[in-house]
């Protein structure tokens, strides 16, 4: 059973230009989340898409955006890149249907991103 | 807004000593509590995890956590720890269930020596 994946694990980009990462979730799972994790920070969230919308949103500018396709994978795109939006991208996974006991997000190793 | 402070930025403790590593949280109704842990240059694996019912729950790696709502406290803690039980420790609060937005504290960074 595959567990939560992303592509690419490292990525160098320069100030404003425009970065996609991308996630697989775990199997049988619907929902993807996406977190930013800063140097010696927890994991910030950003947003979650489930149904190919996005169902919540956490205090991140519009340059965050992001897209869920039929399949349930999941691109985080950010625009016009600053040198603090260096960090672990985290994603997670989860079932969407809401209730007691309907899980826990499941993590992606991440992937470490570089503004110079 | 949910809130979530760990008031252990590092710790230190011998192999083979108990550990308690300390987490409150802010919410205004029953709160879903988890427990990560990130080892260097990885993502996160769910330790345990609380939503009702016993207030003492059990988790992966001989971790278990107690839940008081008196205190708005959800502890972690281990019997004896292995040197292989180094790395951060997160602790998070889920926004009404456990599926969705996780507020997660700053970590407690844990550090085993022999």
């Known amino acids: 059973d595959a567990g939560v994946t992303q592509s690419p694990t490292h990525l160098i980009k320069t100030r404003g230009q425009q970065v996609t990462l991308r996630c697989s979730p775990k199997s049988g799972h619907d929902t993807v989340s996406w977190y930013q994790q800063a140097l010696g920070q927890g994991p910030q969230f950003i947003f979650q898409?489930?149904?190919?919308?996005?169902?919540q949103r956490g205090n991140f500018p519009d340059r965050f955006s992001g897209h869920q396709y039929p399949n349930y994978s999941s691109e985080l795109n950010v625009n016009a890149l600053l040198l603090g939006d260096s960090a672990l991208y985290l994603c997670?996974?989860?079932?969407?249907?809401?209730?007691?006991?309907?899980?826990?997000?499941?993590f992606g190793p991440g992937t470490r991103l570089l503004v110079l | 807004a949910q809130s979530v402070t760990q008031p252990d930025i590092h710790i230190t403790v011998s192999e083979g000593a108990s550990l308690e590593l300390r987490c409150n949280y802010s919410y205004g109704a029953t709160p879903y509590l988890f427990w990560y842990v990130q080892s260097p240059g990885q993502g996160l694996q769910l330790l345990l995890k609380y939503f009702s019912g016993d207030t003492l729950v059990q988790g992966i790696k001989g971790f278990e956590a107690e839940f008081k709502r008196s205190q708005s406290s959800f502890n972690l803690r281990k019997p004896s720890v292995h040197w292989s039980d180094a790395a951060e420790y997160f602790c998070?609060?889920?926004?009404?269930?456990?599926?969705?937005?996780?507020?997660f504290g700053t970590g407690t960074r844990l550090t085993i020596i022999p």
């Open positions: 898409y489930y149904e190919e919308e996005e169902r």
């Open positions: 997670a996974s989860s079932s969407g249907t809401s209730g007691p006991y309907q899980e826990t997000q499941y």
């Open positions: 998070a609060v889920g926004a009404r269930f456990g599926n969705e937005k996780l507020t």
